[in-house]
C-alpha cells in the first residue's frame, strides 16, 4: 500500500484490541514516518509501550475524543487517522445514554472537525453491525456516528479531507468478546449461559479486521461505508467448540440486544454494490461527486445482510480450529 509510505496515522482509542494489532501491521508492513496512538488511559499505553519495544516511530497522546483542543494537538501533521475510539458494552450504554452521546456521538463530531481543521488526508471510522437497524443506545450512537462522517465529506473534501465508514461484526479475541467469558467457565466446570439458543453473530479475527480497515483506507474516495463478507456463527456453537460437555442454560435476552445481527438493512441494499471480499454501501447524498463503478454489480434490493440469512457460515469444527490456532 504506497498510499502509507513515509507517512503520520494516528488512532483514536489505539489501545484496544483492534489498535494494537493494526499498530502491529503497520510497523511489521509498512515504512511509516510515525504511528501516533491516541487513548485515555496511562496504564494502558505505558503497557504497550513497553509491548513494543518503545519502537521510535510510535508517540502517545493522552486524551479524550470529547476534547476538540486536545484532537486538534494531537492531529497535527497527521495524514490519515483510523477512529477506533467509542464506548461499546450494550448494556452500559442501556443505563448511561449521556456518556455514550458525549463519546460516540460528540466525540465522532470532534474527530470530523479537527481533521478538518488539521487537514488530514483520510479518516476511517469503524462502526459496528449494530448500528444497522438498530434497537438499542450503542447501535444508535454508532449510527449516527456513521452518518456525520460520510456527511464530512461536504465540508471535508472542498479542504482536501475525505471520510468513510469500515463497519463489521464481532471480533473474535477483543476484548469484551464472549469467548474468554465462555474458556473461564469451561475451565471451572460451570454451566455456560447464552441469552437465547437461536442466536447468530457475525464473526471476524483481528487480523482480518485490521487488514480490512488498511485496505479500505487506501481504497476510499470518500463517503463509502465497507462492509466485510463475512461467516456467521450460532452462538451455542461456539458454546460447544470451547466445551461440548458442559451444560448449557438460557437466560433470556439481555437489555437492547438482537437475536441476530444485521450489516446492510433491506433499506440500504438499493444503494449496495458488490466487489469481491466486501459490500459497499454508497452515500445517500454525494455533492462532493462520488463515484459507482460504471461496472458495479448491485446487492439485491430488499434484501438484508443478516447474521442468521448469511450464506458464509463457520461450523463448530471450524470454531475450535480457530481456537486451537489462536492458543499456537
Not at 456463527?233 to 437489555?255: C, F, Q
Request: aromatic share 10%; net charge neutral.
Amino acid at each position: 500500500m504506497n498510499l502509507l509510505q513515509g507517512s503520520s496515522v494516528l488512532i483514536t482509542g489505539g489501545t484496544g484490541s483492534i489498535g494494537k494489532v493494526m499498530v502491529k501491521n503497520l510497523l511489521d508492513n509498512y515504512d511509516l514516518r510515525r504511528i501516533a496512538i491516541f487513548s485515555r488511559d496511562e496504564l494502558k499505553q505505558s503497557n504497550m509501550r513497553e509491548e513494543f519495544s518503545n519502537d521510535r516511530r510510535l508517540r502517545w497522546f493522552l486524551g479524550d475524543i470529547r476534547d476538540l483542543t486536545r484532537l486538534q494537538r494531537a492531529f497535527f501533521q497527521v495524514d490519515y487517522v483510523v477512529h477506533a475510539a467509542a464506548l461499546k458494552q450494550v448494556d452500559t450504554g442501556e443505563y448511561n445514554p449521556s456518556e455514550f452521546i458525549k463519546t460516540n456521538i460528540l466525540g465522532s463530531q470532534n474527530v470530523v472537525d479537527a481533521a478538518i481543521e488539521c487537514q488530514v488526508k483520510r479518516v476511517i471510522a469503524l462502526s459496528t453491525d449494530k448500528a444497522s437497524s438498530p434497537i438499542n443506545l450503542y447501535g444508535a450512537t454508532k449510527l449516527t456516528a456513521d452518518k456525520l462522517f460520510i456527511s464530512a465529506n461536504n465540508y471535508g473534501q472542498p479542504r482536501g479531507t475525505i471520510f468513510s465508514v469500515v463497519r463489521y461484526g464481532n471480533v473474535m479475541g477483543s476484548r469484551g468478546s464472549v469467548i474468554p467469558f465462555f474458556k473461564d467457565l469451561a475451565a471451572n466446570g460451570k454451566k455456560i449461559p447464552i441469552t437465547d439458543v437461536r442466536m447468530t453473530r457475525f464473526w471476524i479475527t483481528l487480523d482480518v479486521a485490521a487488514e480490512f480497515i488498511l485496505n479500505s483506507l487506501s481504497l476510499m474516495q470518500g463517503g463509502e461505508l465497507y462492509v466485510p463478507k463475512i461467516p456467521s456463527m450460532k452462538i451455542v456453537d461456539l458454546a460447544k467448540a470451547i466445551s461440548p460437555n458442559l451444560e448449557i442454560y438460557e437466560t433470556g435476552v439481555r437489555p437492547g440486544e438482537k437475536l441476530h445481527e444485521e450489516m446492510i438493512s433491506e433499506d440500504d441494499s438499493r444503494r449496495t454494490y458488490i466487489l469481491s471480499d466486501r459490500y459497499v454501501v454508497a452515500p445517500v447524498i454525494a455533492e462532493w461527486g462520488f463515484q459507482i463503478p460504471s461496472n458495479a454489480i448491485y446487492m439485491e434490493e430488499g434484501k438484508a445482510y443478516r447474521s442468521d440469512t448469511n450464506e458464509l457460515w463457520l461450523t463448530e469444527s471450524d470454531i475450535r480450529d480457530y481456537l486451537a490456532r489462536s492458543e499456537e
